[in-house]
């Protein structure tokens, strides 16, 4: 089960960092997974924001580059997502993804309101 914190209201220019948390994930799992970010605006489709493979090679969405970036912690089991500089464009609903070895699991969202 993956569960995500750290959403909120925040004003242009302010920062939140997201975390998601993966319960009941035995350690090898959760390091052999593909961990990504995505985020779905109002009335559009949901987004890949967001990515970290197994190998910690990142990825990112242009309009983020070098304002977020991703993170985990083996130990805790939990995949961050630091957003700085934020902008009325990155409201929407963030939800965490993860491709392991037992499937494919999202958590149920955090809501992210970013006001200008």
């Known amino acids: 089960q993956l569960v995500e914190s750290g959403g909120g209201f925040v004003q242009a220019g302010g920062s939140l960092r997201l975390s998601c948390k993966a319960r009941?994930?035995?350690?090898?799992?959760?390091?052999?997974?593909?961990m990504e970010w995505y985020r779905q605006g109002p009335g559009e489709q949901r987004e890949l924001v967001a990515g970290l493979t197994s190998g910690q090679v990142t990825t990112y969405k242009d309009s983020v580059k070098g304002r977020f970036t991703i993170s985990k912690d083996n130990a805790k089991r939990t995949v961050d997502l630091q957003m700085n500089s934020l902008k009325p464009e990155d409201t929407g609903v963030y939800y965490c993804?993860?491709?392991?070895?037992?499937?494919?699991?999202w958590g149920q969202g955090t809501q992210v309101t970013v006001s200008s």
């Open positions: 993804h993860f491709k392991a070895l037992t499937g494919d699991h």
């Open positions: 009941g994930m035995i350690l090898s799992t959760f390091w052999s997974a593909d």
